[in-house]
C-alpha cells in the first residue's frame, strides 16, 4: 500500500556532503512523522532525525549542526542534507514514515542507501 523510496547514498570524502531523499507512494491519507535511521555493520538500528507533519524536528546529539531535515509534505518526501561527513557516518540509511492508513498509524521502512565515507 505504502512504498518509500530512498536515494542520494553514495561515497564521499571526509567534510563532504549528500543529500538523502525518500519519497512516500501510495494510499495515505496522513503521514504523521518521517524521518532516518542508521546502522553500520554489526550495530543497531539508531535514528537520527525526525520530522512531524507540523515541522517538529529532533536530531541525534553526534549530527546537530551537520545535518537538517526537512520535508515537502506536497510530495509526501523527506530529505536529509548531511554536511561535513565524518567516517563515522557511514552506515545503510533507511527512511522510516508513521502513516495514517487502515484507520491506525503504521510504521513502514525504506529499503536503504548506502552512505560511505572514506579517505
Known amino acids: 500500500q505504502v512504498q518509500l523510496v530512498e536515494s542520494g547514498g553514495g561515497l564521499v570524502q571526509p567534510g563532504g556532503s549528500l543529500r538523502l531523499s525518500c519519497a512516500a507512494s501510495g494510499t495515505v491519507s496522513s503521514i504523521n512523522a518521517m524521518g532516518w535511521y542508521r546502522q553500520a555493520p554489526g550495530k543497531q538500528r539508531e535514528s537520527v532525525a525526525s520530522i512531524t507533519s507540523g515541522g517538529s524536528t529532533n536530531y541525534a546529539d553526534d549530527v546537530k549542526g551537520r545535518f537538517t531535515i526537512s520535508r515537502d509534505n506536497a510530495k509526501n518526501t523527506v530529505y536529509l542534507q548531511m554536511n561535513s561527513l565524518k567516517p563515522e557516518d557511514t552506515a545503510v540509511y533507511y527512511c522510516?514514515?508513521?502513516?495514517?492508513?487502515?484507520?491506525?498509524?503504521?510504521?513502514?521502512w525504506g529499503r536503504g542507501t548506502q552512505v560511505t565515507v572514506s579517505s
Open positions: 522510516n514514515a508513521n502513516v495514517r492508513a487502515y484507520g491506525r498509524n503504521w510504521n513502514y
